[in-house]
């Protein structure tokens, strides 16, 4: 018999999700593009919604995860604090074992 093995992985604290696929993407968009704007349209998402994973992700967590510049003559931006870096290496690790995990127990690989 042929099947897939699928999976999807989220992180929780207090039952209360702090990372996932989506959130993953947003950070690493924030990352790659220094705008938190341009990285919510580069996901599908607005502004606003972008904002509200982010602080959610922060409260939960009880750190610091993104630094922002305004906006003005030499524009603003966005970064990922040391924090976010490791939280998205944690969350990649934990991805890459599963997808390992995955592979191992495939029956059609």
Do not use: P
């Amino acid at each position: 018999m042929k099947y897939q093995i699928k999976f999807k992985i989220w992180l929780e604290k207090d039952r209360d999700v702090v990372m996932g696929l989506g959130r993953d993407k947003l950070l690493r968009e924030i990352d790659r593009l220094g705008s938190i704007s341009k990285a919510a349209k580069e996901v599908g998402m607005s502004y606003k919604k972008a904002w509200s994973f982010i602080k959610t992700m922060e409260d939960r967590l009880g750190v610091k995860l993104i630094e922002t510049q305004r906006g003005g003559k030499g524009g603003g931006g966005a970064r990922l604090t040391d924090d976010a870096r490791k939280l998205l290496e944690e969350f990649e690790q934990i991805n890459r074992k599963f997808e390992n995990l995955r592979k191992k127990l495939s029956k059609d690989e």
